[in-house]
């Protein structure tokens, strides 16, 4: 019995410990809110911007730099995924594009097209504010 004890207070003090997402970074991402800022800057880049289905994954705290110079500009802050799917000219919806947004202080500062996958992605910088 004692040995359950043990074990079931190690996994407490475990759970205890884990900190929600964007404790130590300052303000949390209002994720909702930050959907809508992309959506407001993205639809104009977007062919059948209307028919368009976002998915996006969860905020985690990092940086995205920049094109500009010869070494770029980072900035850090909350980073939001999503896959955007859209129609073609036939009307099929064609293969999702992956872009990430950059949000400081609940506000847009930078978004960027992921080209490629996995260790050799890239981005392209399709806004910066």
Not at 7 to 35: E, M, T, Y
Not at 96 to 121: E, H, M, N, Y
Request: glycine share 8%; charged share 15%.
């Amino acid at each position: 019995m004692k040995v359950y004890i043990l074990a079931f207070s190690i996994v407490l003090s475990a759970c205890a410990s884990v900190q929600p997402v964007g404790q130590g970074q300052g303000q949390q991402l209002d994720v909702k809110a930050a959907i809508n800022q992309a959506h407001e800057i993205l639809e104009p880049m977007l062919n059948e911007s209307s028919s368009a289905e976002w998915k996006c994954g969860l905020p985690t705290w990092g940086d995205i730099r920049s094109t500009k110079g010869p070494r770029g500009v980072a900035l850090t802050g909350w980073v939001l995924p999503c896959s955007i799917s859209t129609k073609d000219n036939s009307g099929v919806y064609a293969d999702a594009q992956t872009f990430v947004f950059l949000f400081i202080d609940q506000k847009l500062r930078r978004a960027a097209k992921v080209l490629g996958t996995g260790t050799l992605s890239k981005q392209q910088v399709v806004y910066d504010n």
